[in-house]
């Protein structure tokens, strides 16, 4: 099960700015950066932050990440109709032998 | 240009065996990580495990210790993910991802597992 939790929705109308939350705990968020990854409805995840404020190439700046202690939050502003889609945020945990874990995920929805 | 390309869907009956395969190209294979990740029909993703091409070397989820076998085959750039024993609640769909930066940059287009009797 997911250690990160997310809010389930998210919704705004085009042009709005968008703030998804991501809270974790000291073994992750808290010792390691923070990724984030859009899901567009039946496709594969793709990365959308990485490194808590990173964008890979072809990222639109619309979208942007930062971390505070346990606690990650992805921004998306000027939100689009093609943004509506999953995000989930993602790190590594060092409780147990390294594991990558995941958010619970946000669905967002533009009005 | 750096893909990763998985095999097709598959149906199977519960107690079937089952690998599922994520061929990657455009890069040094060997050189990232590999992992695979779970999505039940409807719900989040979840981390299974991940390989070191280079020398196979696996860590697994607690939740899929045991549960299922990742491997690779460094000679033909090709990642596993097999199940000795399928269950109905193995239908889920599978994404591999190249590891890089911390994060996974690459995925591959996933591949839907179905089992049912």
């Known amino acids: 099960q997911s250690v990160l939790t997310q809010p389930p929705s998210a919704s705004g109308t085009p042009g709005q700015r968008v703030t998804i939350s991501c809270s974790g705990s000291s073994s992750n968020i808290g010792s390691n950066t923070v990724n984030w990854y859009q899901q567009l409805p039946g496709t594969a995840p793709k990365l959308l932050i990485y490194?808590?404020?990173q964008r890979p190439s072809g990222v639109p700046d619309r979208f942007s990440g930062s971390k505070s202690g346990t606690s990650a939050s992805l921004a998306i502003s000027g939100l689009q109709s093609e943004d509506e889609a999953d995000y989930y945020c993602a790190a590594w945990d060092d409780s147990l032998n390294a594991l990558y874990v995941f958010g619970t995920g946000t669905k967002v929805t533009v009005l | 240009e750096v893909q990763l390309v998985q095999s097709g869907a598959e149906v199977k009956k519960p107690g079937e065996s089952l690998r599922i395969s994520c061929k990657g190209s455009?890069?040094?294979?060997?050189?990232?990580?590999i992992s695979w990740v779970r999505q039940m029909p409807g719900k989040g993703l979840e981390w299974m495990g991940r390989i070191d091409p280079s020398d196979s070397y696996t860590n697994y989820s607690p939740s899929f210790q045991g549960h299922v076998t990742i491997s690779a085959d460094k000679s033909i750039s090709t990642a596993y993910l097999q199940w000795s024993s399928l269950k109905a609640s193995d239908t889920a769909m599978y994404y591999c991802?190249?590891?890089?930066?911390?994060?996974?940059?690459?995925w591959g287009q996933g591949t839907l597992v179905t089992v049912s009797s």
């Open positions: 490194s808590n404020n």
């Open positions: 991802a190249r590891h890089g930066s911390g994060s996974f940059g690459y």
């Open positions: 455009g890069y040094s294979f060997t050189s990232y990580w």
